[in-house]
T-cell receptor, first 113, second 110 residues
Framework: EAGVTQSPTHLIKTRGQQATLRCSPI?????VYWYQQALGLGLQFLLWYDEGEERNRGNFPPRFSGRQFPNYSSELNVNALELEDSALYLC????????????FGPGTRLTVL | QKEVEQNSGPLSVPEGAIASLNCTYS??????FFWYRQYSGKSPELIMFIYSNGDKEDGRFTAQLNKASQYVSLLIRDSQPSDSATYLCAVGFGNEKLTFGTGTRLTIIP
C-alpha cells in the first residue's frame, strides 16, 4: 500500500511570492492534515480537510489556505511569503478506522529567500 | 491552551540498555496518545499509539499511559544505534488534530 505522497520535495521562493504544495493521502483515507515544522520547533497544526471541506485550522494567518479535491488529495497555498515561512511542511492522512491515527508524508521543504 | 511537554534532551543511553522517554499533557479531555520517531531531515514515523490507561507493548517498545497523572511514556528495550532519533509525543482530541510536543532527542551510544 502506497503511503502519503507530497510534492515537490523542495521549493525555493522569494519573499512576497506564492507557494503551492500538494499532498495525496493513503488510499481510503478521506482526512488530510497539514502541519508546519520550522527549524528547532515542534509540529504546528495548520489545516484539516475532510470530505472536501475545511474542518479546522490552526493559529495561522489567512494567507495560509488550501483545499481538498474530490479524490481526497489536497493543496496548501501560502500567499505573500515571508522569510519565517521557511519550514518543513508535512501532510498527514488519517485512517478512518482508527480515531486520530495519522500517517505522515515525506514533507516539502520550503525555503523563502 | 492544550499543551504537550517533553524533555528536549539530548538523552544518551548505552546500546542494549532501556531508554525511557516521558511526556505530560495539560488537557484532561485528551483521548488518544501517540509516539512518533523522526530522523533528522525526515518526516515523523508512527511508533505506537495508546488510548487506555496501562501498558501497551509492541516488540521492543512499550507505551505507558496514566490519565490521572496526565502522563505518557515510551520505553525502548535493548536500545540500538538505529533508535537514535527525535521522539515526538502527540495527543489527539477526537479527529480534529494532533498536538505535538517539541520532541526528545535520543542518542544511543555504541
Amino acid at each position: 500500500e502506497a503511503g502519503v505522497t507530497q510534492s515537490p520535495t523542495h521549493l525555493i521562493k522569494t519573499r512576497g511570492q506564492q507557494a503551492t504544495l500538494r499532498c495525496s493521502p493513503i488510499s481510503g483515507h478521506t482526512s488530510v492534515y497539514w502541519y508546519q515544522q520550522a527549524l528547532g520547533l515542534g509540529l504546528q497544526f495548520l489545516l484539516w480537510y475532510d470530505e472536501g471541506e475545511e474542518r479546522n485550522r490552526g493559529n495561522f494567518p489567512p494567507r495560509f489556505s488550501g483545499r481538498q479535491f474530490p479524490n481526497y488529495s489536497s493543496e496548501l497555498n501560502v500567499n505573500a511569503l515571508e522569510l519565517e515561512d521557511s519550514a518543513l511542511y508535512l501532510c498527514a492522512s488519517r485512517d478512518p478506522r482508527s480515531t486520530d491515527t495519522q500517517y505522515f508524508g515525506p514533507g516539502t521543504r520550503l525555503t523563502v529567500l | 491552551q492544550k499543551e504537550v511537554e517533553q524533555n528536549s534532551g539530548p538523552l544518551s543511553v548505552p546500546e542494549g540498555a532501556i531508554a525511557s522517554l516521558n511526556c505530560t499533557y495539560s488537557d484532561r479531555g485528551s483521548q488518544s496518545f501517540f509516539w512518533y520517531r523522526q530522523y533528522s531531515g525526515k518526516s515523523p514515523e508512527l511508533i505506537m499509539f495508546i488510548y487506555s490507561n496501562g501498558d501497551k507493548e509492541d516488540g521492543r517498545f512499550t507505551a505507558q499511559l496514566n490519565k490521572a497523572s496526565q502522563y505518557v511514556s515510551l520505553l525502548i528495550r535493548d536500545s540500538q544505534p538505529s533508535d537514535s532519533a527525535t521522539y515526538l509525543c502527540a495527543v489527539g482530541f477526537g479527529n480534529e488534530k494532533l498536538t505535538f510536543g517539541t520532541g526528545t532527542r535520543l542518542t544511543i551510544i555504541p
